[in-house]
């Protein structure tokens, strides 16, 4: 019988790997995907939401 530690890096080196090459893949695609563009640009305006041409120009 194994010890536990070999039968986690086992599994770690195997099927984990996989699943986080899957998962991280799988986030890109959702960021990039096509119909993301304009969430992005609403989030990407948020810090600028409250400012006025005053407090730009005195910057």
């Known amino acids: ?21 899957v998962f991280y893949v799988g986030a890109i695609f959702w960021a990039f995907r096509p119909g993301s563009r304009r969430t992005h640009d609403e989030i990407a305006q948020i810090p600028l939401r409250n400012d006025t041409l005053s407090e730009r120009e005195a910057k």
């Open 1 to 21: 019988m194994q010890d536990t530690y070999s039968w986690l890096r086992e599994l770690a080196d195997s099927w984990v790997l996989i699943a986080l090459f």
